[in-house]
C-alpha cells in the first residue's frame, strides 16, 4: 500500500471478496499464520457483506453454506477471534457488527471509523495521528491503553448530499 492509498475515501471498500481472502491468505502465510477453511469462510462472508455484519447473521450465512448446525457459534466466534486479533477484520462496537480491514496487509491496528447512520457505511480514518495523540493523553494520566475504539456516527457524503 502506497502513500497514494486513500483510506479515507468513503467508496474504497473491499470490492472483491475472493481477491480480499487472496490477500488476507498471503498475509498470514507472511505472519506464519494459518486460515484455516473455517476461517477463511467467515472471512469471505464478512468481506462479501460489503458493509457491517452483525454475528448472528454471520451464523446464519456460515449455516446455510455449511449446514453444519449446532457447530457452527463456536467455529464462528473462534475464526471472529482470530480474525480480530491479527486485524483482518475491526469490531464496530457501537453497532455490534463486523467489517472487513482495507489493508489486511498491515498489522492489528486501531483506527477511527466513520459510521453513516443511514446508509450503514463504515469507512476507515487512517490517521494515526489520532491514535497518537489519545494514546500519549492516556499514558500523561498513568494509563497504559491497550486497545482503543473510536467511531463517529453522522452521514456520509453521499447520504449527505442526496439528504
Ligand atoms: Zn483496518
Ligand atoms: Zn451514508
Known amino acids: 500500500m502506497g502513500k497514494t492509498h486513500a483510506c479515507t475515501d468513503p467508496h474504497h471498500h473491499v470490492h472483491d471478496a475472493a481477491a480480499f481472502v487472496a490477500a488476507v491468505e498471503r498475509a498470514c502465510g507472511e505472519r506464519g499464520l494459518r486460515l484455516t477453511a473455517p476461517r477463511a469462510r467467515v472471512l469471505a462472508l464478512v468481506a462479501q457483506a460489503g458493509g457491517p455484519i452483525k454475528a448472528y447473521d454471520l451464523l446464519d450465512r456460515f449455516r446455510d453454506a455449511e449446514s453444519s448446525g449446532n457447530a457452527a457459534p463456536p467455529t464462528v466466534y473462534r475464526a471472529l477471534d482470530f480474525l480480530l486479533a491479527n486485524g483482518f477484520i475491526h469490531k464496530l462496537e457501537s453497532i455490534n457488527a463486523f467489517v472487513a480491514c ?15 447512520n443511514r446508509c450503514h457505511s463504515a469507512t476507515e480514518l487512517e490517521d494515526a495521528g489520532i491514535v497518537d495523540t489519545l494514546d500519549a493523553a492516556a499514558r500523561a494520566l498513568g494509563f497504559a491503553p ?3 475504539t473510536l467511531e463517529v456516527h453522522g452521514l456520509c457524503a453521499r447520504c449527505a448530499r442526496d439528504g
Do not use: E, G, K, Y
Not at 102 to 116: D, G, K, R, T, W
Open 102 to 116: 482495507h489493508h489486511p496487509n498491515a498489522a492489528q491496528h486501531s483506527v477511527p471509523f466513520l459510521i453513516c
Open 146 to 148: 491497550q486497545a482503543q
